[in-house]
């Protein structure tokens, strides 16, 4: 059974500091992309960045320049630097992940969310 786990969620004063983290478990063969999504209430779940296994990197031009994704393949980990928080960044977070618990068989994956609260 593969699972997604976030952690690094909470609350920052506008302009602070978060670092979000998703660790990959269970019988995984291999991991394709990985990435972060937000959903604030009201709105639809929206992607905030996303990186390859090769590194590439794309980001929603929301938190290009302030948010940083990076990956550890060999931990199964995709992480989210975000920096110079602003109040519209409060939303909930969701790892998301194309994983290949086999060679012949891949699905995509959500994690359970975490809350990212920016409030003074």
């Known amino acids: 059974q593969v699972q997604l786990v976030e952690s690094g969620g909470g609350l920052v004063q506008p302009g602070g500091s978060l670092r979000l983290s998703c660790a990959a478990s269970?019988?995984?063969?291999?991991?394709?992309?990985m990435g972060w999504y937000r959903q604030a209430p009201g709105k639809q779940r929206e992607l905030v960045a996303v990186?390859?296994?090769?590194?590439?990197?794309n980001y929603a031009d929301s938190v290009k320049g302030r948010f940083t994704i990076s990956r550890d393949n060999a931990k199964n980990t995709v992480y989210l630097q975000m920096n110079s928080l602003k109040p519209e960044d409060t939303a909930v977070y969701y790892c998301?992940?194309?994983?290949?618990?086999?060679?012949?068989?891949?699905?995509?994956?959500w994690g359970q969310g975490t809350q990212v609260t920016v409030s003074s």
């Open positions: 990186i390859t296994s090769g590194g590439s990197t």
């Open positions: 269970g019988s995984i063969f291999s991991i394709n992309a």
């Open positions: 998301n992940a194309d994983i290949f618990p086999s060679r012949w068989y891949g699905d995509n994956y």
